[in-house]
């Protein structure tokens, strides 16, 4: 299995060509050496090492997800993880002694991760990077921001034989949360919204609106609220813990005063605010907590930087406390190709993204269940939309591009993508009511507002695409085996070459590989679409607290599918892993939507509605994955094939 992972994701690694200047978000103004800052800083950065052997790590987690297998959910603690599968400890004293030598500061974060440090000259010299320090104006807030990174490299001063890679040489912020709202223009327009599920009106949903019609509350009946369970939510934005107890209070549910752990990583990542999207950890604590009251929580936030993102990981998984880890926060997984100045071990991503891999593997062989959001922009995640068309590679300006987000595309998490509810739209243009309907839960993607963008006077891009779902083939993880018995797998598509077309000739950014057997995604989907979606109770640095309505996106199903494996945790009465496994095996045998036993379909297969690319269809596809849940069902039959 490594050595597969090893051999595509190099294969991949050549078939793309990225220009690190192209890829930069906007222009940045050298201000010169960081060393020459006053005072002079103390750099941090994060070495990965390789696993002992990547292929019996994985024998060893499918045992511990095959019924039958003498270490059937037998999770491992990390203290055995590293034991028996972490990197050779030899190997890891000689790699610290040779960094130690180099007058930096070594110590372990993890199985897989040493944290290095030391004056700024000092980790300039030993990884051969001379860093800058940059200033650049936020194309989303207007504000300006400054960040480190390589001008040049040179050759390492240690010897780095054995490091998979040096994170952290670049801290410029490069994730995107993805919570998505109305857009601006249809928001307006919109005057009355109904659906046909009862309770709140689309995009004013609640917690209790989705318990209610994802059958979650016959669990609640029985008593099962996550008691004894823990949610953990990785984030790159601070929040305010009020809004999470008003929101819920507000809603009735009953939930402990000091259920809330906050853990800064690696300083944090200061104050919340509107720039730097705190609305987005608000909502994952508001979802996940409201649909499981009585789990405690752990909010894990760093800053937005590569190195805060897997820094949080790293401690989410190795803490061992949270039962389920979500995340709502991702990027282009082809954006982290760059210069080799970024990591002077292998000059490109490919080991961030195995770091990610190793990291995921350890969470799920110790029955950490993991949750990320495929992302909002549909089949086509580098042309992301935004409010401000400046911010990202939009059309005409860049070509068209199908593309996955990461860390939805690992092997070893749940990718949580997105559907739109059944419901009737009436907008009124120009004094008259304009009437949108939507008869049944279908995939995100709103190619069923076309007609309404015309009206208008807009064009789609400029309207609402491609707002809708993340899902498609990953261009560089490898399938993982859970999916390869299971029809409705594709390929990547041919000709995915994004090009700047602003230039003459254009230039050609990245091109990825055609008929690669990547891994789909996403796995399974809830409401996701603002047009349908939620409220989100929060406290705005610039206008105070306030009530928002039409949110929606991915960012609620990732942290929404955490809050229900709390609920599963409870019921099941232990951890659950990877509920990948548990979730292609029933598809693969039949059982998702059929039921079995007496036990009604724990799936409804959503067979409606395309994500711009991808249509939905009967079994798995890449608009919804396996479709949405019953929660209620699926609780029966994970009892059943457990």
């Not at 949405?628 to 699926?634: G, M, R, S, T, Y």
Request: include cysteine; proline fraction near 7%.
């Amino acid at each position: 299995m490594a050595n597969r992972f090893k051999r595509k994701a190099a294969t991949a690694a050549i078939a793309a060509t990225v220009s690190a200047t192209a890829l930069a978000a906007s222009p940045a103004l050298d201000l010169g050496k960081i060393d020459q800052a006053a005072p002079a800083p103390t750099l941090t950065v994060t070495v990965a090492l390789p696993l002992r052997d990547r292929n019996a790590a994985t024998r060893y987690l499918t045992e511990l997800h095959t019924s039958g297998s003498p270490h059937y959910h037998k999770f491992l603690t990390p203290a055995e993880f590293r034991g028996r599968f972490g990197p050779d400890e030899a190997a890891v004293a000689a790699i610290s002694g040779r960094l130690t030598a180099a007058g930096l500061v070594v110590a372990r974060r993890g199985s897989v991760l040493l944290q290095v440090s030391g004056p700024a000259a000092s980790v300039q010299r030993a990884f051969g990077a001379e860093l800058h320090l940059f200033q650049a104006r936020d194309s989303q807030s207007g504000g300006v921001s400054r960040f480190m990174a390589p001008a040049k490299t040179s050759q390492p001063a240690v010897d780095l034989s054995g490091v998979q890679a040096v994170i952290g040489l670049d801290s410029r912020p490069r994730f995107r949360p993805h919570v998505s709202k109305q857009p601006s223009q249809l928001a307006r327009a919109l005057v009355r919204a109904s659906g046909a599920s009862g309770g709140n009106a689309p995009g004013k949903w609640t917690v209790t609106d989705l318990a209610r019609y994802y059958n979650v509350a016959p669990l609640y009946d029985k008593g099962i609220n996550g008691k004894g369970a823990t949610i953990g939510i990785v984030t790159l934005a601070a929040f305010t813990p009020a809004d999470a107890f008003r929101y819920w209070n507000q809603l009735g549910l009953k939930t402990n005063p000091d259920r809330l752990t906050v853990v800064n990583v690696d300083g944090g990542p200061g104050a919340p605010s509107d720039d730097s999207q705190s609305v987005e950890t608000t909502l994952d604590v508001e979802q996940s907590g409201g649909l499981a009251p009585g789990a405690k929580m752990i909010v894990y936030q760093a800053p937005n930087t590569t190195q805060g993102f897997v820094d949080a990981f790293a401690q989410a998984i190795e803490n061992n406390a949270a039962d389920a880890v979500s995340t709502s926060w991702g990027s282009w997984e082809w954006g982290d190709l760059q210069t080799a100045a970024n990591d002077p071990v292998s000059g490109g991503s490919a080991n961030v993204l195995q770091t990610y891999h190793d990291l995921f593997l350890q969470a799920a062989m110790q029955g950490q269940s993991l949750f990320a959001a495929a992302g909002d922009a549909g089949a086509y995640d580098v042309n992301a939309q935004t409010e401000d068309p400046k911010d990202g590679y939009h059309p005409p300006k860049f070509s068209k591009v199908l593309s996955v987000d990461s860390p939805a595309s690992q092997q070893f998490i749940t990718a949580a993508g997105g559907t739109t509810l059944a419901a009737s739209l009436t907008f009124k243009i120009k004094g008259e009511p304009y009437m949108v309907t939507v008869p049944a839960e279908r995939a995100w993607g709103e190619d069923y507002l076309t007609g309404l963008c015309k009206k208008l006077g807009l064009d789609p891009v400029s309207c609402n695409w491609p707002n809708g779902g993340g899902g498609g083939v990953s261009g560089f993880i490898p399938r993982p085996f859970y999916q390869s018995w299971l029809p409705g797998m594709q390929n990547t598509q041919p000709g995915q070459h994004l090009v700047d077309n602003s230039q003459t000739p254009p230039q050609v950014i990245a091109a990825l590989p055609a008929s690669y057997p990547g891994r789909n995604v996403p796995d399974i989907s809830m409401n996701a679409d603002p047009q349908t979606g939620y409220v989100v109770y929060y406290t705005s640095d610039k206008t105070g607290f306030s009530v928002l309505d039409g949110e929606g996106g991915t960012s609620f199903v990732a942290p929404q599918l955490a809050g229900i494996a709390a609920l599963l945790n409870q019921s099941q009465g232990s951890r659950l892993g990877l509920l990948n496994f548990a979730l292609y095996g029933m598809a693969s045998t039949g059982y998702a939507y059929t039921g079995f036993g007496g036990i009604g379909a724990p799936l409804r297969d959503i067979r409606v509605g395309n994500n711009w690319f991808y249509a939905s269809r009967a079994g798995y596809d890449q608009a919804t994955g396996l479709g949405v849940p019953d929660v209620a069902n699926l609780a029966a039959a994970l009892k059943r094939w457990f």
